[in-house]
T-cell receptor, first 110, second 115 residues
Framework: RKEVEQDPGPFNVPEGATVAFNCTYS??????FFWYRQDCRKEPKLLMS???SGNEDGRFTAQLNRASQYISLLIRDSKLSDSATYLC???????????FGTGTQLKVEL | NAGVTQTPKFQVLKTGQSMTLQCAQD?????MSWYRQDPGMGLRLIHY???????DQGEVPNGYNVSRSTTEDFPLRLLSAAPSQTSVYFC??????????????FGSGTQLSVL
């Protein structure tokens, strides 16, 4: 089983729709969680950290469920510019290593 | 600030050739790392460094060397290129003084093809 698993998609949604991605992780000792965004042929960029209590940044909401070992990303009112690949990233306790998922591709259409 | 500068952007090598991918950051970050990204595999850590003079292996270190003689620079050397090293390579850094070392700043990537 992969350490971090994501549905590769693509998720094709109309502009204005709400879309959610899940990511599961296998290491119960994982400490920190993040969502990165990667545009086609570009470098990944941090979208948001994921906190235990859940957090929101504008149209984006991230949730963590430690009991079921998954994190989620919800995007409301999707824009064309949200089209990208979203990478789930997990950091284990006591180390520097970040483990990346393979990403979920989102395509927002007119 | 330029952030993380990575060169070259594209490179084609023949099997057995050696080369160095350059990476420099101007954010005084202590942590620097190299990843490779392959279709369906996600980003995989090759080598990393937590400070000048300190390097360690990541998930896929074979065939690669690194050194960290200064805080700013973290070059990645391919000793004898193989077709299996065809990939997109990213350098990343994090952890300025007093800040979290968890937010990675990436270079723009190097697309390497080994024939």
């Amino acid at each position: 089983r992969k350490e971090v698993e994501q549905d590769p998609g693509p998720f094709n949604v109309p502009e204005g729709a709400t879309v959610a991605f899940n990511c599961t992780y296998s290491n119960s000792a994982s400490q920190s969680f993040f969502w990165y965004r990667q545009d086609c042929r570009k470098e990944p960029k941090l979208l948001m950290s994921v906190y235990s209590s859940g957090n929101e940044d504008g149209r984006f909401t991230a949730q963590l469920n430690r009991a079921s070992q998954y994190i989620s990303l919800l995007i409301r009112d999707s824009k064309l510019s949200d089209s990208a690949t979203y990478l789930c990233v997990v950091k284990a306790r006591g180390g520097n290593k970040l483990t990346f998922g393979t990403g979920t591709q989102l395509k927002v259409e007119l | 600030n330029a952030g993380v500068t990575q060169t070259p952007k594209f490179q084609v090598l023949k099997t057995g050739q050696s080369m160095t991918l350059q990476c420099a950051q101007d954010m005084n970050h202590e942590y620097m790392s190299w990843y490779r990204q392959d279709p369906g595999m996600g980003l995989r850590l090759i080598h990393y460094s937590v400070g000048a003079g300190i390097t360690d292996q990541g998930e896929v270190p074979n065939g690669y060397n690194v050194s960290r003689s200064t805080t700013e620079d973290f070059p990645l050397r391919l000793l004898s290129a193989a077709p299996s090293q065809t990939s997109v390579y990213f350098c990343a850094s994090s952890g300025g003084r007093g800040s979290s070392n968890e937010k990675l700043f990436f270079g723009s990537g190097t697309q390497l093809s080994v024939l």
